[in-house]
Protein backbone atom coordinates (compact mmCIF):
# COMPACT_ATOMS: atom_id res chain seq x y z
CA UNK A 1 0.00 0.00 0.00
CA UNK A 2 0.76 3.91 -0.27
CA UNK A 3 2.79 5.16 2.64
CA UNK A 4 1.81 8.84 3.28
CA UNK A 5 4.43 11.33 2.72
CA UNK A 6 4.25 13.97 5.56
CA UNK A 7 3.10 16.87 3.24
CA UNK A 8 5.07 19.50 5.55
CA UNK A 9 8.81 19.73 4.67
CA UNK A 10 11.51 21.00 7.22
CA UNK A 11 15.52 20.96 6.28
CA UNK A 12 17.77 20.61 9.09
CA UNK A 13 21.28 22.05 8.99
CA UNK A 14 23.87 19.68 11.12
CA UNK A 15 21.76 17.42 11.44
CA UNK A 16 24.68 15.09 12.38
CA UNK A 17 25.46 16.86 15.46
CA UNK A 18 24.62 16.63 19.09
CA UNK A 19 21.19 18.75 18.85
CA UNK A 20 20.74 18.16 14.74
CA UNK A 21 20.26 14.96 15.41
CA UNK A 22 17.56 15.33 17.77
CA UNK A 23 15.93 17.96 16.38
CA UNK A 24 15.72 15.92 12.90
CA UNK A 25 14.41 12.64 15.31
CA UNK A 26 11.59 14.95 16.91
CA UNK A 27 10.08 16.62 13.19
CA UNK A 28 10.45 13.37 11.62
CA UNK A 29 8.44 11.41 14.25
CA UNK A 30 6.07 13.63 14.12
CA UNK A 31 4.60 13.99 10.75
CA UNK A 32 7.16 16.23 8.65
CA UNK A 33 9.14 15.25 5.78
CA UNK A 34 12.31 16.05 7.41
CA UNK A 35 15.73 16.16 5.06
CA UNK A 36 19.03 17.24 7.42
CA UNK A 37 21.89 17.91 5.80
CA UNK A 38 25.63 17.48 7.22
CA UNK A 39 29.26 17.72 6.02
CA UNK A 40 31.92 15.34 7.00
CA UNK A 41 29.72 12.91 9.09
CA UNK A 42 26.88 13.40 6.08
CA UNK A 43 26.35 9.99 4.34
CA UNK A 44 24.23 7.45 4.18
CA UNK A 45 21.72 9.38 6.55
CA UNK A 46 21.85 13.18 5.10
CA UNK A 47 22.42 15.27 2.62
CA UNK A 48 26.21 15.89 1.86
CA UNK A 49 26.19 19.83 1.52
CA UNK A 50 29.10 22.70 2.26
CA UNK A 51 27.00 25.61 3.90
CA UNK A 52 29.99 27.99 2.88
CA UNK A 53 29.09 27.36 -1.15
CA UNK A 54 26.31 29.47 -1.87
CA UNK A 55 25.08 27.52 -4.56
CA UNK A 56 24.83 24.12 -3.59
CA UNK A 57 22.57 25.90 -0.31
CA UNK A 58 20.76 27.33 -2.95
CA UNK A 59 20.26 23.98 -5.00
CA UNK A 60 18.92 22.21 -2.19
CA UNK A 61 16.56 24.54 -0.58
CA UNK A 62 15.08 24.77 -4.40
CA UNK A 63 15.39 21.32 -4.93
CA UNK A 64 13.67 20.70 -1.74
CA UNK A 65 11.71 23.55 -1.09
CA UNK A 66 11.19 23.45 2.68
CA UNK A 67 8.19 25.36 4.72
CA UNK A 68 10.50 25.30 7.65
CA UNK A 69 14.69 25.69 8.21
CA UNK A 70 16.46 24.42 11.28
CA UNK A 71 19.72 25.93 11.41
CA UNK A 72 21.63 23.86 13.81
CA UNK A 73 25.50 24.11 12.23
CA UNK A 74 27.90 26.11 14.29
CA UNK A 75 31.08 25.83 15.27
CA UNK A 76 29.98 25.85 18.67
CA UNK A 77 33.57 25.05 20.79
CA UNK A 78 34.80 28.35 22.25
CA UNK A 79 38.39 27.51 22.41
CA UNK A 80 38.08 26.47 18.76
CA UNK A 81 36.40 29.70 17.28
CA UNK A 82 39.47 32.01 19.00
CA UNK A 83 42.15 29.47 17.04
CA UNK A 84 40.23 29.59 13.75
CA UNK A 85 38.29 32.77 13.96
CA UNK A 86 38.21 33.24 9.99
CA UNK A 87 36.81 29.75 9.82
CA UNK A 88 33.87 30.24 12.72
CA UNK A 89 32.92 33.32 11.43
CA UNK A 90 32.40 32.05 7.86
CA UNK A 91 29.98 29.41 8.89
CA UNK A 92 28.68 31.52 12.22
CA UNK A 93 28.06 34.72 10.64
CA UNK A 94 28.37 34.29 6.80
CA UNK A 95 26.79 30.95 5.96
CA UNK A 96 23.86 31.88 8.50
CA UNK A 97 23.29 34.99 6.83
CA UNK A 98 23.16 33.59 3.45
CA UNK A 99 20.84 30.69 4.40
CA UNK A 100 18.59 33.65 6.11
CA UNK A 101 18.87 34.83 2.31
CA UNK A 102 17.65 32.01 1.25
CA UNK A 103 15.35 30.96 3.28
CA UNK A 104 13.48 34.55 2.27
CA UNK A 105 13.13 33.89 -1.26
CA UNK A 106 11.13 30.69 -1.03
CA UNK A 107 8.87 31.91 2.30
CA UNK A 108 10.29 29.44 4.42
CA UNK A 109 10.60 30.17 8.41
CA UNK A 110 14.24 30.41 9.60
CA UNK A 111 14.91 29.41 13.00
CA UNK A 112 18.63 30.33 13.61
CA UNK A 113 20.01 28.47 16.51
CA UNK A 114 22.46 30.10 19.07
CA UNK A 115 23.62 30.83 22.36
CA UNK A 116 23.32 32.37 26.39
CA UNK A 117 27.05 33.43 25.81
CA UNK A 118 25.67 36.26 23.70
CA UNK A 119 25.08 37.73 27.31
CA UNK A 120 28.25 38.91 29.63
CA UNK A 121 26.13 37.06 32.80
CA UNK A 122 26.91 40.30 35.13
CA UNK A 123 22.88 40.42 35.64
CA UNK A 124 20.85 37.42 34.95
CA UNK A 125 18.21 36.13 34.05
CA UNK A 126 18.09 37.95 30.52
CA UNK A 127 15.26 38.24 28.90
CA UNK A 128 15.21 38.47 25.20
CA UNK A 129 14.57 42.20 24.71
CA UNK A 130 17.93 42.62 27.23
CA UNK A 131 21.09 43.81 25.35
CA UNK A 132 23.81 41.30 24.50
CA UNK A 133 27.61 41.83 25.19
CA UNK A 134 29.47 38.93 24.25
CA UNK A 135 32.85 37.94 26.38
CA UNK A 136 34.38 35.98 23.79
CA UNK A 137 34.68 35.17 20.06
CA UNK A 138 32.11 32.18 20.45
CA UNK A 139 29.31 34.73 20.95
CA UNK A 140 30.57 37.75 19.07
CA UNK A 141 29.99 35.33 15.83
CA UNK A 142 26.86 34.08 17.20
CA UNK A 143 25.58 37.57 18.08
CA UNK A 144 26.72 38.28 14.48
CA UNK A 145 25.12 35.59 13.14
CA UNK A 146 21.45 36.91 14.59
CA UNK A 147 22.09 40.22 13.29
CA UNK A 148 22.46 38.90 9.67
CA UNK A 149 19.74 36.43 10.03
CA UNK A 150 17.77 38.57 11.21
CA UNK A 151 18.94 41.78 8.37
CA UNK A 152 18.12 38.79 5.25
CA UNK A 153 14.77 37.68 6.90
CA UNK A 154 12.51 39.47 8.53
CA UNK A 155 10.25 36.79 9.34
CA UNK A 156 12.92 34.50 10.95
CA UNK A 157 13.63 33.14 14.71
CA UNK A 158 16.66 32.90 16.71
CA UNK A 159 16.33 30.30 19.20
CA UNK A 160 19.20 31.16 22.50
CA UNK A 161 20.06 28.12 24.32
CA UNK A 162 22.41 27.16 26.70
CA UNK A 163 24.67 24.27 27.54
CA UNK A 164 23.87 20.90 25.58
CA UNK A 165 23.36 17.63 26.86
CA UNK A 166 21.69 14.36 24.84
CA UNK A 167 22.62 10.64 23.72
CA UNK A 168 26.00 11.84 22.27
CA UNK A 169 27.96 9.56 19.76
CA UNK A 170 30.92 10.52 21.45
CA UNK A 171 31.39 11.81 25.20
CA UNK A 172 33.37 14.95 23.56
CA UNK A 173 30.23 16.13 21.51
CA UNK A 174 28.82 18.05 24.78
CA UNK A 175 30.96 19.65 27.46
CA UNK A 176 28.47 17.97 30.17
CA UNK A 177 28.97 14.71 29.10
CA UNK A 178 32.62 14.90 28.30
CA UNK A 179 33.31 15.01 32.33
CA UNK A 180 31.74 11.28 32.65
CA UNK A 181 35.23 9.93 32.53
CA UNK A 182 36.58 12.33 35.37
CA UNK A 183 33.91 11.08 37.16
CA UNK A 184 34.28 7.12 36.48
CA UNK A 185 38.14 7.09 36.65
CA UNK A 186 37.34 7.50 40.97
CA UNK A 187 41.17 6.77 41.69
CA UNK A 188 42.88 9.98 40.32
CA UNK A 189 41.14 13.20 42.24
CA UNK A 190 39.74 15.60 39.52
CA UNK A 191 39.47 19.71 39.59
CA UNK A 192 35.87 20.61 38.44
CA UNK A 193 34.82 24.33 37.95
CA UNK A 194 32.45 25.70 40.88
CA UNK A 195 32.73 29.20 39.95
CA UNK A 196 30.01 29.27 36.31
CA UNK A 197 26.25 28.65 36.63
CA UNK A 198 25.25 26.74 34.16
CA UNK A 199 21.80 25.45 32.79
CA UNK A 200 22.35 22.25 31.22
CA UNK A 201 19.46 21.54 28.72
CA UNK A 202 18.82 18.56 26.87
CA UNK A 203 18.55 18.16 22.72
CA UNK A 204 15.45 16.56 22.91
CA UNK A 205 13.52 19.44 24.52
CA UNK A 206 15.35 22.10 22.58
CA UNK A 207 14.13 19.48 19.67
CA UNK A 208 10.39 19.64 20.41
CA UNK A 209 10.73 23.52 21.42
CA UNK A 210 11.89 23.60 17.61
CA UNK A 211 8.70 21.50 16.56
CA UNK A 212 6.38 23.68 18.45
CA UNK A 213 7.70 26.93 17.23
CA UNK A 214 7.76 25.70 14.07
CA UNK A 215 4.29 24.28 13.92
CA UNK A 216 2.80 27.79 15.83
CA UNK A 217 4.14 29.52 12.69
CA UNK A 218 2.16 27.49 10.30
CA UNK A 219 -0.98 29.21 11.81
CA UNK A 220 0.73 32.40 13.08
CA UNK A 221 2.69 34.91 11.21
CA UNK A 222 3.39 36.68 13.84
CA UNK A 223 5.71 33.83 16.07
CA UNK A 224 9.30 35.39 14.56
CA UNK A 225 12.23 37.22 16.46
CA UNK A 226 14.15 35.96 19.61
CA UNK A 227 13.47 33.60 21.86
CA UNK A 228 15.27 31.99 24.47
CA UNK A 229 14.84 28.15 25.64
CA UNK A 230 16.76 26.06 28.37
CA UNK A 231 17.07 23.55 31.00
CA UNK A 232 16.09 25.48 34.78
CA UNK A 233 18.65 23.52 37.07
CA UNK A 234 21.35 25.66 38.06
CA UNK A 235 24.68 23.54 38.25
CA UNK A 236 27.85 24.31 38.63
CA UNK A 237 29.99 21.58 36.47
CA UNK A 238 31.07 20.32 39.56
CA UNK A 239 27.41 20.16 40.53
CA UNK A 240 26.83 18.55 37.55
CA UNK A 241 29.18 15.77 37.90
CA UNK A 242 28.69 14.96 41.37
CA UNK A 243 24.92 14.41 39.98
CA UNK A 244 25.95 11.91 37.32
CA UNK A 245 28.03 10.38 40.03
CA UNK A 246 25.33 9.94 42.41
CA UNK A 247 22.73 9.06 39.13
CA UNK A 248 24.78 5.96 38.57
CA UNK A 249 25.70 5.51 42.05
CA UNK A 250 29.79 6.21 41.41
CA UNK A 251 31.52 7.58 44.59
CA UNK A 252 32.48 11.68 44.18
CA UNK A 253 34.88 12.19 46.93
CA UNK A 254 37.58 12.32 44.15
CA UNK A 255 35.74 15.62 42.57
CA UNK A 256 37.48 18.70 43.73
CA UNK A 257 35.43 21.87 43.40
CA UNK A 258 37.33 25.14 42.19
CA UNK A 259 35.29 28.40 42.91
CA UNK A 260 38.16 30.60 41.46
CA UNK A 261 37.42 32.37 37.92
CA UNK A 262 38.73 30.34 35.13
CA UNK A 263 42.02 32.14 33.75
CA UNK A 264 42.86 29.73 30.62
CA UNK A 265 41.02 29.41 27.21
CA UNK A 266 37.91 31.85 25.51
CA UNK A 267 36.56 34.12 28.94
CA UNK A 268 33.21 32.78 29.40
CA UNK A 269 29.79 34.85 31.54
CA UNK A 270 29.65 33.65 35.21
CA UNK A 271 25.96 33.24 34.63
CA UNK A 272 24.33 33.85 31.75
CA UNK A 273 20.33 32.36 32.87
CA UNK A 274 18.18 32.86 29.89
CA UNK A 275 14.72 33.97 30.84
CA UNK A 276 12.38 31.46 29.35
CA UNK A 277 8.96 33.44 29.54
CA UNK A 278 7.83 34.24 26.27
CA UNK A 279 8.12 30.64 25.28
CA UNK A 280 6.38 29.47 28.31
CA UNK A 281 3.46 32.32 27.80
CA UNK A 282 2.97 30.36 23.96
CA UNK A 283 2.65 27.28 25.73
CA UNK A 284 5.74 25.93 24.22
CA UNK A 285 8.30 23.78 25.62
CA UNK A 286 9.74 20.63 27.86
CA UNK A 287 12.16 19.86 30.38
CA UNK A 288 13.67 16.79 30.85
CA UNK A 289 15.18 16.19 34.69
CA UNK A 290 18.34 16.39 34.80
CA UNK A 291 19.43 13.29 36.35
CA UNK A 292 16.87 11.20 34.00
CA UNK A 293 17.98 13.15 31.11
CA UNK A 294 22.05 12.29 31.85
CA UNK A 295 21.76 8.53 32.96
CA UNK A 296 19.54 8.05 30.05
CA UNK A 297 22.75 9.70 27.85
CA UNK A 298 25.37 8.17 29.32
CA UNK A 299 24.86 4.92 30.36
CA UNK A 300 25.93 3.30 27.06
CA UNK A 301 29.56 4.95 28.61
CA UNK A 302 29.27 3.62 31.69
CA UNK A 303 32.28 1.31 32.39
CA UNK A 304 31.28 -2.02 34.53
CA UNK A 305 32.25 -1.68 37.88
CA UNK A 306 33.62 -5.62 38.27
CA UNK A 307 35.55 -5.31 34.82
CA UNK A 308 36.94 -2.02 35.99
CA UNK A 309 38.19 -3.20 38.88
CA UNK A 310 39.79 -6.26 37.22
CA UNK A 311 41.07 -3.49 34.44
CA UNK A 312 42.69 -0.33 36.42
CA UNK A 313 43.25 -2.65 40.20
Same mark, same amino acid.
Given at each position: ????????????? #?????????????????????? #??????????????? %??????????????????????????????????????????????????????????? %????????????????????????????????????EKAVL???? #???? %???????????????? @??????????????????????????????????????? @????????????????????????????????????????????????????????RNAQL??????????????????????????? %????????????
Open positions: EDIDIPSRRVLIT #GATGLLGRAVFKEFNGNNWNAV #GCGYRRAQPKFEQVN %LLNSVAVHDIIHDFQPHVIVHCAAERRPDVVESQPDAASQLNVAASGNLAKEAAGIGAF %LIYISTDYVFDGTSPPYKETDVPNPLNLYGKTKLEGENNE #GAAV %LRIPVLYGEVERLEES @AVTVMFDKVQFSNKSANMDHWQQRFPTNVKDVAVVCRQL @AEKRMLDPSIKGTFHWSGNEQMTKYEMACAIADAFNLPSSHLRPITDCPVVGALRPDCSKLEMLGIGQRTPFRAGIKESLWPF %LIDKRWRQTVFH
